[in-house]
C-alpha cells in the first residue's frame, strides 16, 4: 500500500490488475461473445481508458454511468474509471428510458458509457432529464454504421495511463444502485478496499476459488451477486471469468458450461429451477462443475436436495446484499444444510433483534443485522435511508431470519413480506417452498390478502410446469400438499394460476407488484 503525504494509498483496479501481471499475465482473463482476453489486455486495455478519460475531460472524484452488457468492455471501463481515479456507476440494462433517466439525474454523470443495443433506452433517458454530458458507445459486435458517436474502441487509442491514481482504501471506489423491488433504487456507495475483501472472505474463505477456475455467473455485472462472482473474484486469484451479453436461459447456460468447461456456476433460485425443469439438464459427468451458488432468494431445499441428486454437485446458498457487496451468510462447500442459508461468513458479525429492539432467542424470528468491513459508505443523497440501514458498525439488512438448533439461520423472508396470520408469523418464502415440491408446480409468490372480514390470509400466485395440461381440482390439491407440509393457517386461503412472476433484474420476485396488482383489483 502506497503512502500520500502520511496517509494511505490504495487503488482497487491497480490491486486486482497488478497481483495478475508477471507469470500470470499470459492466463485468461475473460471470455466474452467475441472472444478471450489475457490478463496482460486487460491490464492494456484499463490503462488506455483511464487515458483516455483524461482527455476527454473527466476529472478524479466524478461519476461515469455504465449502462453495459457484459462484454470485455464493462471491466475495461469500469476498471479504467477506478484507476483513473472516478466513479463509474453501474445501472441495470433492462432499466426502461424513465428509469435510467432518474438515475442519470441522481448520480450526476459526466460521461456515459453505454452498449450500442441500449441506446435508444440511454437516449430517451438523455432527452428526458436534459443531461448534457458525454455519451460514448459500447459496441464490440460492430453494428452501429458510422453514426459519429465515440467509441471504447476508438478511446483505447489513448496513451496508457501507467500510475494508478492516489486513491484512499475509504474513499468512494463505485456506486451500484439497489434493485428497488421496494421502491426508487438508491446510489450505494462502496469504498476502494470492499471488492477485494469480499473476494478474500468469500472467494477464497469459503468457496476456494483458485487461478485453476473457470467460473460463469448468470447474474449480471451490474448486480452485486454478478459483480463479485464475475470480476472481482475471479481476478483476485487469477481465475477465468465467462461473460455472456444476452439474456440468461437454461439453453444458455448448458451451452456455455459445454464449451467453457467452468467449474462453478453461480445462479439464483429462479434459474435453477426452471434448469432442473429443461430436459437437457447435464447430469453427473456432463460437466465439470464442482460448486454451484445460488443468492438473491432463499434457495427451497427441494431444489438444492433434486440438483445435487441429479447433478452431483452441490448449490452453496448464502445471502447477500448491495449495501455489503456481496454474500455474509452461506452454506459451505461439503457440509450444505438444504432450507437453511448456513453461517456467517469469517469477517462477519450477526444478530437478531425482535420488535423491542433486544436480541431474540435461537428459534424466535428476528430482524438480521449484520457488521463487516465492506459495508457501503451510505447510500448518495439519502440521509432518511442511510441513517434507517446503516445504523453504527451494523447494517439492518431487511430480512428476517432464526436460528435453528444446529447454529444454522433459516431465512423467513423479506421483513415487508412477513404476513402476521391468526396472530402469527408466516413467511412467504415457507408457503412457496412447499407449493414448488408438487410436480406440477414450477414457481410460486405468495402475499398477504384480506379475506371479507379484515383479516390477512396468504395467497399464492403459481406457475405450473409445462407438462400440466389440466387445472381442474388443482387449487383444491394444491393446499392441501401445503397442509400436509406446514402448520394449517400457513395455507394459501387463494391460488391464483399465472404464466409468470414479476421479478426484477437479479431475479427477486417483485411480491411488492403483486400487492399493487390485487389492490386494483
Known sequence: MQTLEGRPCYNAAADLLERNLGDAAQRTAFIDDYGSYTYAQVSDRVARFAGALAELGVAAEQRILLVLLDTIDFPTAFLGAIKFGAVPVAANTLLSGSDLAYMLADCRARLVIASAELLSA?????????????????????????????????????????????????????????????????????????????????????????????????????????????????????????????????????????????????????????????????????????????????????????????????IVDGIGSTEMLHIFVSNRPGAVRYGTTGKPVGGYRIRLVGEDGNPVPRGEIGDLYVAGTTSALGYWNNRERSRATFI?????????????????????????????????????GEVEAALITHDCVLEAAVIGVEDETGLVKPKAFVVLKPNVTSRDGLSEVLQEHVKSRLAHYKYPRWIEFVGDLPKTATGKIRRVELREMERAR
Not at 475471479?234 to 436461459?249: D, Q
Not at 453504527?392 to 436460528?403: A, H, N, Q, R, S
Request: proline share 5%; net charge negative.
Open 392 to 428: 453504527g458498525e451494523w447494517t439492518k439488512t431487511g430480512d428476517k431470519f432464526y436460528e435453528n438448533g444446529d447454529g444454522d439461520l433459516v431465512h423467513c423472508g423479506r421483513s415487508d413480506d412477513m404476513l402476521k396470520v391468526s396472530g402469527m408469523w408466516v413467511s412467504p
Open 122 to 314: 440511454v437516449r430517451d433517458a438523455i432527452a428526458a432529464c436534459g443531461w448534457k454530458g458525454k455519451l460514448v458507445v459500447s459496441d464490440p459486435a460492430q453494428i452501429l454504421d458510422g453514426n459519429g458517436e465515440d467509441t471504447v474502441r476508438a478511446l483505447l487509442s489513448a496513451p496508457a495511463q501507467t500510475a494508478a491514481a492516489s486513491t484512499h482504501p475509504d474513499e468512494a471506489c463505485f456506486w451500484l444502485y439497489s434493485s428497488g423491488s421496494t421502491g426508487k433504487p438508491k446510489g450505494t456507495i462502496h469504498a476502494q478496499t470492499s471488492m477485494v475483501q469480499t473476494a478474500d472472505l468469500f472467494a477464497r474463505g469459503v468457496l476456494g476459488m483458485t487461478a485453476g477456475d473457470t467460473v460463469y455467473s448468470s447474474a449480471k455485472l451490474f448486480f452485486a451477486y454478478g459483480l463479485g462472482n464475475a470480476l472481482s473474484f475471479p481476478m483476485s486469484v487469477g481465475a477465468t471469468a465467462v461473460l455472456r451479453s444476452g439474456r440468461v436461459t437454461p439453453d444458455l447456460v448448458f451451452q456455455t458450461l459445454r464449451e467453457t468447461g467452468a467449474t462453478i456456476f453461480c445462479g439464483v433460485p429462479t434459474l435453477f429451477a426452471a434448469m432442473l425443469a429443461h430436459p437437457d439438464l447435464p447430469g453427473r459427468g456432463a460437466h465439470r462443475l464442482r460448486v454451484c451458488t445460488s443468492a438473491g432468494e432463499a434457495l427451497p431445499a427441494h431444489l438444492g436436495e433434486t440438483w445435487s441428486a441429479r447433478t452431483g454437485v452441490d
